[in-house]
């Protein structure tokens, strides 16, 4: 399930001038106080009767461009690092528009969403940065090999 907070589709209303309504990003669900820059890898969320937990950042890719008009917006939406996230369910249950969210656990990390992202997209020549980020509990095994992958060519550099 793809996450999006409403003060990160703000900040894009005011910098587009234009409204963006829920799903504009793609997102199965909008959030309000979840902003990838205060939700971490790990951290678990109730929703409706549902558990989940976060489990990566969003890459955007072409088709936002499409759906924004833009073709160039993927590159200024990943930089801009107001990307949202992914969940994995612990729990089936339940979920509903309007449901509250509530944060049942909060992950150690100290790193949030956009701590990852910029690692992502910044920490190429940094192997120990990028290992530290392959590390995290929780992280999806995608992104996991990924940092992996960086980490190996970083120190073969």
């Known amino acids: 399930m793809y996450v999006y907070d409403r003060s990160d589709a703000a900040y894009w209303e005011q910098r587009l001038g234009r409204p963006l309504g829920p799903g504009a990003f793609g997102e199965n669900l909008t959030v309000e106080g979840f902003a ?3 939700v971490r890898v790990g951290d678990r969320f109730r929703i409706g009767t549902a558990l989940v937990e976060v489990s990566q ?5 072409y088709k936002l461009g499409i759906h924004m008009g833009d073709e160039r917006f993927p590159i200024e939406f990943a930089r801009a690092n107001r990307v949202g996230f992914y969940l994995r369910v612990i729990e089936t249950g339940a979920v509903a528009a309007g449901d509250a969210v509530e944060r049942t656990s909060t992950a150690a990390t100290p790193l949030t969403i956009a701590d990852l992202m910029s690692a992502f997209l910044t920490a190429r020549n940094d192997a ?5 980020v392959a590390a ?7 992104w996991r090999s990924e940092f992996n992958e960086m980490a190996v060519a970083a120190r073969q550099r």
């Open 136 to 142: 995290l509990p929780g992280l999806s095994e995608v």
């Open 36 to 38: 990838s820059s205060n």
């Open 128 to 132: 120990a940065r990028l290992e530290a």
């Open 57 to 61: 950042p969003r890459v955007p890719c």
